[in-house]
T-cell receptor, first 115, second 113 residues
Framework: DAKTTQPTSMDCAEGRAANLPCNHSTISGNEYVYWYRQIHSQGPQYIIHGLKNNETNEMASLIITEDRKSSTLILPHATLRDTAVYYCIVSALNAGGTSYGKLTFGQGTILTVHP | DAGVTQSPTHLIKTRGQQVTLRCSPKSGHDTVSWYQQALGQGPQFIFQYYEEEERQRGNFPDRFSGHQFPNYSSELNVNALLLGDSALYLC????????????FGDGTRLSIL
């Protein structure tokens, strides 16, 4: 699985957009980009994932560059409850096309949202 | 719709003992993965079960074993506990096929004395 690089920490003002970058320069063609977050004492929460195209759901938007070597998770209007560790993960499909879905977590980005 | 549930939430054991942790997957999910998360670290993949068999395994010793039942629920067993096994143990479930994301439970906090 490809490795990812994220900033150790970021700050954001409440109500502003939080833009969390991730580099995955060695990503393979069959690898998806997943984003999870983990609030203290809870399990990781799935946010969003994508392959090539930009994706949006009720939680966030995912912007993937055309060469797929980096991506940005956007929380459009950050709240205090968005303070968490955010993990960017790339995960491959196996040769048979069935995702085993093994997730390789790094250290993530600690996002702190300030009032 | 219940999500992934794990039991117990907390557990204290002593070195050398054995422990069993349990996981019920999210409704409609047939695959269960287990992760270990040491304090201050990201989760590390232990293994994954599908159709009652271990399908993939991470870099963990044989002291770590598991089981999946016909109803897709799963157990993680750890024998001969070491102090270093103290961690948060997370279960994640998913539906095999395509790129379905895994959904996590809130884990079992295991402390070894």
């Amino acid at each position: 699985d490809a490795k990812t690089t994220q900033p150790t920490s970021m700050d954001c003002a409440e109500g502003r957009a939080a833009n969390l970058p991730c580099n995955h320069s060695t990503i393979s063609g069959n690898e998806y980009v997943y984003w999870y977050r983990q609030i203290h004492s809870q399990g990781p929460q799935y946010i969003i994932h994508g392959l090539k195209n930009n994706e949006t759901n009720e939680m966030a938007s995912l912007i993937i560059t055309e060469d797929r070597k980096s991506s940005t998770l956007i929380l459009p209007h950050a709240t205090l409850r968005d303070t968490a560790v955010y993990y960017c993960i790339v995960s491959a499909l196996n040769a048979g096309g069935t995702s085993y879905g093994k997730l390789t977590f790094g250290q993530g980005t600690i996002l702190t949202v300030h009032p | 719709d219940a999500g992934v549930t794990q039991s117990p939430t907390h557990l204290i054991k002593t070195r050398g003992q054995q422990v069993t942790l349990r996981c019920s997957p999210k409704s409609g999910h047939d695959t269960v993965s287990w992760y270990q998360q040491a304090l201050g670290q990201g989760p590390q993949f232990i293994f994954q079960y599908y159709e009652e068999e271990e399908r993939q395994r991470g870099n963990f010793p044989d002291r770590f074993s598991g089981h999946q039942f016909p109803n897709y629920s799963s157990e993680l067993n750890v024998n001969a506990l070491l102090l270093g096994d103290s961690a948060l143990y997370l279960c994640a479930s998913s539906y095999t096929g395509g790129n379905q994301p895994q959904h996590f439970g809130d884990g079992t906090r295991l402390s070894i004395l």
